[in-house]
């Protein structure tokens, strides 16, 4: 299987507090994408990051991306309770066809 | 605001149904994804999409067809519902993804579909 993984599994924090979430990818990238999922809902695209980027900015996101470890880090700053969610990553599988993604960290955040 | 639209959010089928999941995207994607999502194993490939008429297996083919007839369109098909394909079912679109470009998915909210 080519699909990533995601770490943890779960993280709960304090509101207020950052968030970090780790990805490991199996394949060489053009980019990887973050995506967050509500609960019982599609996927929402947050962030890109291309290959020859190491770190990209977006609101309160920040993507670290270590192509040499294949691994990409999401910090949410200044988390807040509607940052409640599964966050996954996701890549080109080697074809160069289709997003595959890994299992995701469920995200919880309380007040 | 860009759309991708599954005809159910939620499904309960027979087993041994044949069951349609149907996904419009209005966006003119040329690409477009059939997933489902299980609890600790993400989110995993049905089939997909690059054209009218075109389809490619991903990870999991196994049970499911699909048909693009129309360019908007892309529909999931169980030939025979099992209870082992109780899950949640999600549609994304995409542009074409050249090389070096990768462009972002947009999905549809999902459908639960339970096969008793």
């Known amino acids: 299987s080519q699909q990533g993984e995601e770490d943890p599994q779960a993280l709960s924090i304090q509101e207020g507090e950052n968030a970090t979430m780790n990805c490991s990818y199996k394949t060489s990238i053009n980019n990887l994408q973050w995506y967050r999922q509500n609960s019982g809902r599609g996927l929402v695209h947050l962030i890109l990051i291309r290959s020859n980027e190491r770190e990209k900015h977006s609101g309160r996101l920040r993507v670290t991306l270590d192509t040499s470890k294949k691994s990409s880090s999401l910090l949410i700053t200044a988390s807040r309770a509607a940052d409640t969610a599964s966050y996954f990553c996701?890549?080109?599988?080697?074809?160069?066809?289709?997003?595959?993604f890994g299992k995701g960290t469920t995200l919880s955040v309380s007040s | 605001d860009v759309k991708v639209t599954q005809s159910s959010r939620y499904l309960v089928k027979r087993t041994g149904e044949k069951v349609f999941l149907e996904c419009v995207q209005d966006m003119d994607h040329e690409n477009m994804f059939w997933y489902r999502q299980d609890p600790g194993l993400g989110l995993r490939l049905i089939y997909f999409s690059y054209d009218v008429k075109m389809k490619e297996k991903g990870d999991i083919p196994e049970g499911y067809s699909v048909s693009r007839e129309k360019k908007e369109r892309f529909s999931l098909i169980l030939e025979s519902a099992s209870t082992n394909q109780t899950s949640m079912y999600l549609c994304?679109?995409?542009?074409?993804?050249?090389?070096?470009?990768?462009?972002?998915?947009?999905f549809g909210q999902g459908t639960r579909l339970t096969v008793v």
């Open positions: 996701a890549n080109l599988n080697q074809a160069g066809t289709a997003l595959i």
């Open positions: 994304a679109s995409s542009l074409r993804q050249g090389a070096g470009a990768g462009t972002e998915a947009f």
